[in-house]
């Protein structure tokens, strides 16, 4: 009995954690940033991931919120750490910005390199950019391609774009399949 009741309240909970990320979407999309960080916060406390990371999408853009880079780090990194590739790529990006974080392009490739690992697409491009340019980690040119060619892959127009400009390149590079 007491595990049935026990289960109930997880599931209810969650339900409610779920419902609050929801009606964020709903505020969001009406352009009522204010509630949708209202309702984000109080799922992200309640360690929904999602609503962790656009909450911090809200802090870095200043949407409903006063602008706080500091505050958006922090929510990324603790959506990222929870599991959330999305918010990996955003945190990668303060740190390849040095918003609110020192500038550490190494940092910010590690990020990208777990988010492109997921999938998320301008990770992967965002990565080959710093191998293109030896920014924090190693030149490489071959493993740029490759990055881009995911990216591409992945229907990230910007991958693309930087795919076909180092095919067309004068740089001898081996066919990328």
């Not at 990194?77 to 190494?106: I, R, T």
């Not at 491009?125 to 190693?138: A, D, R, T």
């Not at 990216?151 to 180092?166: H, I, P």
């Amino acid at each position: 009995m007491k595990k049935a009741v026990l289960l109930s309240m997880i599931l209810l909970t969650t339900s409610f954690c779920e419902d609050l990320f929801e009606l964020g979407l709903e505020a969001y999309d009406k352009g009522e940033f204010d509630k949708a960080a209202k309702q984000w916060q109080k799922a992200c406390e309640a360690d929904v991931s999602e609503s962790c990371s656009n909450l911090g999408v809200l802090y870095e853009n200043g949407q409903g919120v006063q602008q706080d880079f500091h505050k958006a780090a922090k929510l990324f990194e603790k959506a990222c750490d929870d599991g959330y590739s999305q918010s990996c790529n955003n945190l990668g990006n303060l740190y390849s910005k040095g918003q609110s974080v020192k500038q550490d392009h190494l940092k910010a490739a590690k990020l990208w390199q777990k988010a492109c690992d997921d999938e998320i697409s301008p990770s992967c491009s965002n990565l080959g950019v710093l191998y293109l340019k030896g920014q924090g980690i190693k030149h490489d040119y071959i493993k740029a391609i490759k990055l881009f060619k995911k990216a591409c892959d992945l229907g990230y127009q910007r991958g693309c774009d930087y795919f076909k400009k180092m095919n067309n390149s004068n740089i001898d590079i081996i066919r990328i399949n």
